[in-house]
């Protein structure tokens, strides 16, 4: 196994890959707009830690009080991302990101780690079933069946914040909240944007760009959100067909 690990800094920041989409000479604007969120982020503590090759084999998390997620909890580690795809699956990369991680947490005198998962795993979330192999335990669900893992040090848990638990808002139009975290959404936003104006769909794609305005969104959030009629719907991406399945509600 090749365990050359870098962490991202702000000096290589510009020169490294960022994993998540691959591209050898056209430059890619999901992944400039993710280097300027991570531009500010890294002066924050977070760690963005990845294989040192041309794939996607990496670890993303931050110091929660940072996080741009509305949890909440005292001196936790937020997970954002952590994944390893294709060639790489099955040689034990997973396994040693997220046990830098733990170390990194207990190093740093935190009470714990958590992240956002589901009763039924989503596709744009990390794989909570390796996590809870870890010991990662359920802490805190919402009614439609998210739930908040952790894995404690001490005892003490976190939690969603208190404007989650509805996951209601007084709109019955299209809600899309997005960040810039993830690479993808930017060409995400922009063919959904497309979509909406093409066919008269009224929409209004709101973009996360402060960390209050994460802490204080209505639903979970891993840097997607989805509503519509009124209900939240989902923390997946979207393509043109899904969107399609929800507007038939």
């Known amino acids: 196994m090749n365990a050359d690990f870098i962490n991202i800094t702000p000096e290589n920041l510009a020169d490294e890959h960022l994993c998540c989409i691959i591209r050898s000479k056209v430059t890619h604007p999901g992944i400039e707009a993710k280097r300027q969120w991570l531009t500010d982020r890294l002066t924050e503590g977070h760690v963005f830690r990845k294989l040192n090759v041309k794939a996607t084999v990496f670890i993303e998390y931050a110091p929660l009080e940072t996080a741009w997620v509305p949890i909440v909890g005292d001196n936790y ?20 990101l997220l046990e830098y991680c733990v170390a990194d947490a207990k190093a740093k ?12 795993q989503k596709a ?26 952790a894995l404690s040090f001490d005892g003490t848990t976190p939690k969603f914040a208190q404007n989650v638990k509805t996951q209601e808002i ?8 997005y960040s810039m975290q993830c690479p993808f959404v930017y060409q995400t936003i922009e063919v959904l944007r497309q979509y909406c104006d093409t066919h008269d769909i009224p929409a209004s794609l709101i973009q996360v760009d402060t960390l209050q305005k994460a802490k204080e969104l209505p639903c979970v ?29």
């Not at 795809?85 to 040693?96: E, Q, R, T």
């Not at 935190?110 to 039924?120: A, Q």
């Not at 744009?124 to 893992?149: C, H, I, M, P």
């Open 77 to 96: 580690i937020y997970l954002y991302c952590l994944w390893v795809l294709g060639d790489y699956k099955g040689k034990g990369y997973a396994k040693s």
């Open 109 to 120: 005198g935190k009470s714990g780690i958590c992240m956002l998962g589901s009763t039924k």
């Open 124 to 149: 744009w979330l990390s794989d909570q079933s390796f996590a809870k192999r870890f010991g990662f335990e359920v802490v805190d669900t919402t009614d439609n069946g998210y739930e908040l893992l």
């Open 170 to 177: 007084n709109n019955k139009e299209l809600i899309i909240y």
């Open 221 to 249: 959030f891993n840097n997607w959100a989805v509503f519509y009629k009124e209900q939240f719907e989902t923390v997946n991406l979207l393509s043109v067909e899904n969107l399609k399945r929800i507007l038939k509600k």
